[in-house]
T-cell receptor
Framework: AQSVTQPDIHITVSEGASLELRCNYSYGATPYLFWYVQSPGQGLQLLLK??????LVQGIKGFEAEFKRSQSSFNLRKPSVHWSDAAEYFCAVGLNTDKLIFGTGTRLQVFP | DTGVSQNPRHKITKRGQNVTFRCDPI?????LYWYRQTLGQGPEFLTYFQNEAQLEKSRLLSDRFSAERPKGSFSTLEIQRTEQGDSAMYLC???????????FGPGTRLTVT
């Protein structure tokens, strides 16, 4: 069965520190890959996407993600975290861009 | 450029009542999606439309749920005879066309008492 795993439920970092959020998927083929961010009580905002081509993709707010086919991973990174990055982050995959399967999310807390 | 809008933002209802939510997609987006998100979980796909045609429904969408997009613009999601297990955030998203990313609205939070 297709699945998405975000192994870290909660991550705490200091402001200015680097960040990596993990995402692993189980699919029969290379899926479409997305990262979304959700602030409390809000909808989801698209950070970045991977459809094909260059495996390192740049997104908004200084985020980037790298697709590694051999590891079935699509980890999200940011070199220097800001307090405003505190939110919940969701990895999503799909065999097409329609029916997305989401991970359970990683809650990011940022300390000053 | 206005984003996806959803109304109401919050709905409290008693068990057994019917509720209806509305979603207005981004202008000119011909695909529209509904998801449900429960506390501590990621969104789960419910259904989606290409213009007015409903193309796929999840097994999560029981007979008490119905979604429409009558003119290919806004969409409604109705839940009949609500149950406490229906309490969740209902998210709507839209995309420009096949093969493009989804943009989400703020959601409607449903509480069934």
């Amino acid at each position: 069965a297709q699945s998405v795993t975000q192994p870290d439920i909660h991550i705490t970092v200091s402001e200015g520190a680097s960040l990596e959020l993990r995402c692993n998927y189980s699919y029969g083929a290379t899926p479409y890959l997305f990262w979304y961010v959700q602030s409390p009580g809000q909808g989801l905002q698209l950070l970045l996407k991977y459809f094909s081509g260059d495996t390192l993709v740049q997104g908004i707010k200084g985020f980037e993600a790298e697709f590694k086919r051999s590891q079935s991973s699509f980890n999200l990174r940011k070199p220097s975290v800001h307090w405003s990055d505190a939110a919940e982050y969701f990895c999503a995959v799909g065999l097409n861009t329609d029916k997305l399967i989401f991970g359970t999310g990683t809650r990011l807390q940022v300390f000053p | 450029d206005t984003g996806v809008s959803q109304n109401p933002r919050h709905k409290i209802t008693k068990r057994g009542q019917n509720v209806t939510f509305r979603c207005d997609p981004i202008s000119e987006h011909n695909r529209l999606y509904w998801y449900r998100q429960t506390l501590g979980q990621g969104p789960e796909f419910l259904t989606y439309f290409q213009n007015e045609a409903q193309l796929e429904k999840s097994r999560l969408l029981s007979d008490r749920f119905s979604a429409e997009r009558p003119k290919g613009s806004f969409s409604t999601l109705e839940i009949q005879r609500t149950e406490q297990g229906d309490s969740a955030m209902y998210l709507c998203a839209s995309s420009l066309s096949v093969g493009t990313e989804q943009y989400f609205g703020p959601g409607t939070r449903l509480t069934v008492t």
